[in-house]
């Protein structure tokens, strides 16, 4: 009795709010994908990755994640999680030009989502151990250890949108965690070399012809700037009040290429237009806002710095992916969360909106423990 009267007050203290701007944004992703003209491939295999991603989320919902602040276990599943990059070399099956998935049958998975939900675990408790020394350089640097080997793997793919995420995670919690603004501005030059770095000896030839795009738009229309363009057409299409649902002519007629994925904003946008697109707006917001309310109750800087890394995660995926339907970034296989067709990027936005629910469970003490002192108040010191 007592333990089923626990599992319901577990229940009960969820960010009810939080998981009802989640609704419509997945609503919005499914009616954007269905075809109205035949058999809805993509509509139904979603509706399972759907199902199969709140099952995780309820379950992450009801686990106490402090164990991972006092356990080897974290490190040795951050090693497994690499290992998995590796294998995919091995074993790996290529698709859209990234050896980035494994294929089981008719479903196919990949790892890198997962490894950036284990990449902010894994910097959380580097920064809440070590929030009263941070001011030290070197935490920058172990800290981008931490996130390189990934972040490497990942380009080797060559997997570019991915790779640009886990660094935007990465130097999104170095802000958050109280880094000085003079290891900032070493981040920053550093930035620049390894760019210079990348683009010289890294980035694939169809890589930079997209950046060279993105600069000049017009110069192939047909080629490396077709998505680009159609998907700025078909924003722009959208106008006010959008063509209505199932009237999307760039999407439904194929002059979009991957409408249900990368371009799924545009696709949106040009059936709802600027009306719905607003709306969306503030769906997200939400859930951010929400991510960064249950952060200022975390019962540790370890839950509160997890917790904003989400916030970070969350708010890089929609900087990219929108940026690039707008046209105001290159284009990057980057999902739109909750949207975007595939299971992969959703287990992972589930999971780890689970472990935010999971950690809220047991938000913030009146008073915390004697070794633990404010994160905040740490930020204006080592600043």
Known sequence: ?????????????????????????????????????????????????????????????????????????????????????????????????????????????????????????VLAKYFSRRHVEIADVRHIIVSGIYALIPFVLVMLQPDFGTAAIIFVIWLGMVVVSGVSKKHLAFVAGALVVVAA?????????????????????????????????????????????????????????????????????????????FTGVLIVFVLYGIIISRLLANAMHGASNFETLFILGVAVYFMGHLTINIGMNIGLLPVTGIPLPFMSYGGSHLLAEFLALGMVMGMSRYGRPAERPNDETELLGHIGQAR
Request: hydrophobic letters at 50%; glycine letters at 10%; proline letters at 3%.
């Open 1 to 121: 009795m007592k333990e089923r009267l626990t599992r319901g007050l577990r229940v009960l203290s969820m960010d009810w709010l939080l998981c009802a701007a989640i609704l419509p944004l997945l609503l919005a992703g499914l009616v954007t994908m269905y075809s109205f003209t035949g058999e809805s491939y993509y509509f139904q295999r979603q509706l399972l990755f759907i199902g199969i991603s709140f099952f995780v989320f309820f379950g992450a919902s009801m686990v106490d994640w402090r164990f991972l602040k006092r356990s080897l276990g974290l490190f040795l599943l951050y090693l497994f999680g690499n290992v998995l990059l590796v294998f995919l070399f091995i074993a790996g099956h290529t698709a859209k030009g990234a050896l980035s998935w494994f294929s089981f049958g008719g479903f196919s998975f990949q790892p890198a989502d997962l490894i950036k939900v284990l990449l902010i675990v």
């Open 197 to 273: 770095i990348f683009w010289l000896f890294v980035f694939a030839p169809y890589q930079k012809e997209r950046v060279l795009t993105f600069l000049q738009p017009l110069r192939d229309t047909q080629g490396a700037g077709y998505n680009a363009i159609q998907s700025q057409i078909a924003v722009g299409s959208g106008q006010i009040f959008g063509k209505g649902m199932g009237y999307g002519t760039q999407s439904r007629l194929r002059f979009l290429p991957e409408y249900q994925t990368d371009f799924v904003f545009a696709a949106f946008a040009e059936e709802w237009g």
